[in-house]
């Protein structure tokens, strides 16, 4: 049943979906995707933003490849290095579908600036929760969407967790001339017994106005206090 699903998905690709600005369906028993906006831009292997809905009819949850458990109909946007999408039922699970994107925009936009896991120090880090009704993956998307809007980069990196990397974000600097900015990565479940449990590791950043280059923000630097409010802020929107 896996192989058919994934014949009928390239199939449907590549005689269905459209040229240019347009959204597309991919569908096979039992599931419907809908691709809203796929762009890549910059050297291989190419980073990607995905915009797409789907539907598992049938399911309470499905595990999606990088994302983690998510739930059975919803919607994400997000960029990847991956174009191939794997849904399942559970984490090593039976396969559901496997979706191949293709772009929708001819219009090619800069890659943003996403540090790597080794970017983030050990020592910057604190702590939250989702509420138990909620999913990560949900919430998580919503935070960072509205609080980073240039985007994140969700990815498994071992041992089941899920970390969660953001583009840099602007703070509010107490000093009029100096531009502040910060970036999280959001690991979960983190601790592992816990699976609504997440840990936050921040990058923060400064520059004068005028200056070209950017500098890490040290832990004595006045301003650490402004990046440690923002990220207490961040944590506050998974509870509400």
């Known amino acids: 049943m896996k192989r058919a699903v994934i014949i009928t998905l390239f199939l449907f690709t590549r005689l269905g979906a459209p040229q240019g600005d347009q959204s597309y369906e991919l569908t096979g028993p039992g599931f419907e995707i809908r691709v809203l906006e796929v762009f890549c831009s ?3 292997p190419q980073l990607c933003f995905l915009n797409y809905s789907y539907s598992f009819p049938g399911h309470s949850h499905v595990y999606i490849e990088g994302i983690g458990q998510a739930p059975a109909i919803g919607s994400f946007r997000y960029y990847s ?14 396969g559901l579908a496997i979706a191949r994107f293709r772009e929708t925009s001819v219009t090619r936009g800069a890659n943003p600036e996403l540090p790597t896991f080794r970017d983030f120090p050990q020592t910057q880090s604190s702590s939250g929760s989702v509420p138990a009704d909620q999913m990560f993956s949900v919430k998580a998307q919503q935070v960072l969407n509205q609080r980073f809007p240039s985007g994140f980069d969700p990815d498994e990196v071992r041992s089941g967790v899920h970390y969660y990397i953001t583009t840099y974000a602007p703070v509010e600097s107490g000093q009029k001339n100096l531009l502040l900015q910060v970036a999280v990565m959001l690991s979960n479940p983190e601790p592992a017994e816990q699976p609504n449990a997440f840990r936050v590791r921040w990058i923060a950043r400064e520059k004068n106005r005028l200056d070209p280059d950017w500098r890490l923000l040290t ?4 301003e650490m206090g402004s990046v440690e409010r923002y990220i207490r802020e ?4 998974f509870d509400r």
């Open 234 to 237: 961040v944590i506050r929107d």
């Open 42 to 44: 910059g050297p291989e």
């Open 81 to 94: 290095k991956n174009r191939l999408l794997q849904f399942s039922e559970d984490r090593g699970g039976k």
């Open 219 to 222: 832990s004595d630097s006045p």
